[in-house]
């Protein structure tokens, strides 16, 4: 099988802002990736449930889902997708957990990049995106306290085993050059 045909799964982990779904739409985008995002499933159960969709709910909801179903329910439901459809090319934004992690990687392709980006910078772009309830208006202090909820406990630490980093602290055509460099050029083409 040549090269380009082979399998490859990228899967994003990151702290919150930090570019995860700037890097994954590029992907789909330029490169023709299917995209899953973990707080996707997360945001179509609150919207059922009708409850807003803040950090906090999602981080009570993914607690409840990982105490009755184990820390992988979510990499199970996208694996399945995945494998189902016989995808090749997909990128998945927002790994959070280690159970997540153990699934995803038995993937065929599977490779872990760490996204990561200054702390200010992420506020900054939290004021700016306000996509959570609240968030537009949340103070630095707020912002930090987020950063404490069980939901990103192990961020780093799994960030610390990606076979690829990726530093976000400037623009989106150089979030583009690192993707296309550390990504494309040596596990696509």
């Known amino acids: 099988m040549p090269k380009n045909k082979r399998p490859l799964v990228v899967v994003f982990v990151g ?4 570019g995860k779904e700037m890097a994954s739409r590029y992907l ?4 023709k990736f299917t995209g899953f995002r973990f707080s996707k499933i997360l945001v179509d159960i609150l919207g059922r449930l009708h409850l807003l969709v803040t950090r906090v709910n999602e981080s009570n909801l993914i607690g409840a889902l990982r105490e009755r179903f184990g820390g992988g329910v979510l ?3 996208i694996k399945e997708e995945i494998s189902s459809h016989k995808l090749k090319r997909v990128v998945i934004d927002g790994l959070r ?3 997540e992690l ?3 990687k038995k993937l065929p392709g599977f490779l872990l990049v760490y996204l990561t980006s200054p702390l200010e910078i992420r506020y900054r772009r939290a004021l700016a995106r306000s996509e959570k309830v609240g968030e537009g208006s949340f103070t630095l202090d707020q912002f930090k306290h987020e950063e404490k ?3 990103e406990l192990f961020i780093k630490r799994m960030g610390r ?3 690829v980093k990726l530093e976000n602290n400037g ?3 150089d979030l583009y050059k690192q993707i296309e460099e550390k990504i494309i050029n040596k596990y696509l083409v």
């Open 161 to 163: 085993t990606a076979r």
């Open 15 to 18: 702290e919150k802002l930090a």
């Open 75 to 77: 990499a199970q439901v």
């Open 28 to 31: 789909i985008k330029k490169h």
């Open 149 to 151: 909820l069980p939901t």
């Open 97 to 99: 957990h280690p159970g």
């Open 102 to 104: 153990d699934i995803l």
């Open 171 to 173: 623009t989106l055509a």
